[in-house]
């Protein structure tokens, strides 16, 4: 059985470039991708009046869709993924004046490193910068980059201080202070090693100090000996030249992310869910499933996986769900951007795709597409919904929380969740010192299978196993449950041998994640 699911899913893939039209796609009229896109927008200056003076304040970096951009008066460039410099063009006057949302974006530019090699140390400068301001996020980029090494010494300790202080905690407060003192001892131990291999080093340097020594001292024998014999005709040998210093290479030039979100079509406003004391605010969800294709092979499971999701989330959940099945590259984003119309600040939004999904090299980067029914098969990409778009779009949406779940690929400016770091095992992930912990704070969430599109289960054809595993880990749950700890019970049901298959539970940068949360409260 298995390997005739394995055959299939092959086979799937293989085809998904052969496959004849399945019909009609429908496109509202007038519609334009490009209006769609969020650009870094140089919006014009505000007239003002102090007394009898009128003055023009410094034009506003913004990110918003090229339409509203246009509409309001604004400057921007085409979206265009592979060149940094426009990006900067926008963003960096404000941040060398000391804001610190632009210094945090311009820092982002520098860690993407789009169509080049990331810059990871200047980043870090213009993290810091904007961090010493409480800026949540530049503190959230900062605990990432110490945490994995990138641009700084790798250092768990200092990635759990940046952390704690965009959770607004004092050094004290730590909540998890055995993960606080194993992530302490870990540095220490790595210290000890390091100490212990510069004694090392320290002792093989006076060594060999030591034969050089022994060898001058016998050449110097030697001369004395030749002088001794030829007296007039010793000439002392130069002394070698001092090796030229190393020639220091310079910076290469970093490049901008060129981020952009998209929009929905209203879902009815559902009740504000409250627990234990707490108000969760109102949910929602946009859930879309793609596999009515017209240029490539049809899938079995987003329809019917849609379906039973979207069920799952209004009856068990209490989320307003809109449902989006078979639609093109204009629905997607224009269904992401009409949320704005719908979200306010303490609001949850989950969205969920199904369908086709690609990858590909980008420089030093990997650029992500989600596939929408008129998408044509590769190198073809012009219908094709790059995954930055919609991280760009969580940007700018004011819900507090947002998790995008994705039966598909999904690749972006991602970082480790900072849960991992301080709670081990799903208990403390439940705890509800944990829930208060990352409560207040803003979260942009992703929750992906790894693959290319959804691999059908053995024992339902008609669900993928990644579907399966996350309508049963929240069937299952009757209280609150977090979400690294979902992504916990859904690994256990998951069948890993299966290939291509590598779930995984990330923070989506430049997309305004402050280490929050997100929250399914069950009725």
Not at 49 to 56: P, V
Not at 119 to 145: I, P, S
Not at 360 to 389: I, K
């Amino acid at each position: 059985m298995r390997n005739a699911l394995l055959a299939a899913a092959a086979s799937a893939l293989l085809a998904a470039c052969a496959a004849g039209p399945s019909g009609p796609v429908e496109i509202p009229e007038g519609a334009a991708v490009a209006d769609l896109y969020i650009v870094d927008c140089l919006l014009p200056g505000q007239v003002r009046q102090l007394g009898n003076s009128t003055y023009l304040t410094p034009r506003r970096p913004t990110r918003t869709t090229a339409q509203d951009c246009r509409l309001r008066g604004g400057e921007y460039v085409a979206f265009d993924r592979a060149d940094y410099k426009t990006a900067l063009k926008v963003w960096l006057p404000a941040a060398e004046a000391g804001d610190a949302d632009a210094q945090n974006s311009v820092g982002e530019i520098f860690e993407r490193g789009l169509g080049t090699e990331p810059n990871y140390a200047v980043a870090v400068l213009w993290f810091e910068r904007a961090a010493k301001q409480g800026h949540k996020g530049a503190q959230f980029n900062l605990g990432t980059l110490y945490e994995t090494g990138k641009g700084v010494p790798q250092d768990k300790a200092m990635a759990l201080n940046w952390y704690r202080q965009a959770w607004g905690l004092a050094e004290d407060q730590l909540v998890y202070k055995s993960d606080a003192e194993e992530a302490l001892m870990a540095q220490a131990e790595e210290n000890v090693a390091l100490q212990a291999e510069n004694v090392t080093l320290a002792e093989q340097m006076a060594q060999a100090r030591a034969e050089r020594e022994k060898a001058r001292a016998e050449a110097a024998a030697a001369r004395a000996e030749a002088d001794a014999a030829i007296a007039d005709a010793a000439t002392p040998a130069p002394a070698p030249a001092p090796a030229a210093p190393a020639p220091v290479t310079p910076a290469e030039p970093l490049v901008d992310g060129g981020l952009v979100s998209i929009g929905a079509d209203t879902a009815e406003p559902g009740a504000a869910v409250s627990k234990d004391g707490r108000d969760y605010g109102r949910y929602y969800a946009l859930v879309i499933g793609n596999g009515s294709y017209q240029f490539l092979d049809d899938l079995q499971t987003p329809a019917s996986d849609v379906d039973k999701i979207a069920r799952l989330l209004s009856d068990k959940y209490g989320f307003a769900v809109q449902v989006l099945k078979n639609t093109s590259d204009v629905g997607v984003l224009r269904a992401l951007n009409q949320l704005n119309e719908v979200l306010q600040e303490n609001d949850n939004l989950l969205i969920y795709y199904a369908g086709y999904g690609n990858r590909r090299p980008v420089g030093a980067y990997e650029a992500g597409y989600w596939l929408p029914v008129n998408a044509e098969p590769p190198p073809n990409d012009t219908f094709w919904v790059p995954t930055e778009q919609v991280s760009s779009h969580l940007a700018r949406l004011p819900a507090r929380r947002i998790m995008v779940v994705t039966d598909s690929t999904f690749a972006g400016l991602l970082a480790d969740n900072p849960a991992f770091l301080l709670a081990s095992g799903r208990e403390a992930l439940l705890s509800d010192a944990y829930i208060g912990l990352r409560f207040p704070n803003k979260s942009r969430l992703l929750l992906t299978s790894g693959q290319d599109f959804p691999l059908a289960s053995e024992r339902d054809p008609g669900t993928s196993v990644f579907a399966n595993a996350f309508i049963s880990a929240l069937q299952d749950n009757e209280a609150v449950i977090t979400g690294p700890a979902l992504f916990l019970s859904m690994l256990d049901l998951l069948d890993e041998s299966l290939p291509g298959l590598d779930p995984e539970f990330k923070a989506i940068k430049r997309a305004g994640d402050e280490v929050g949360e997100f929250y399914f409260v069950a009725r």
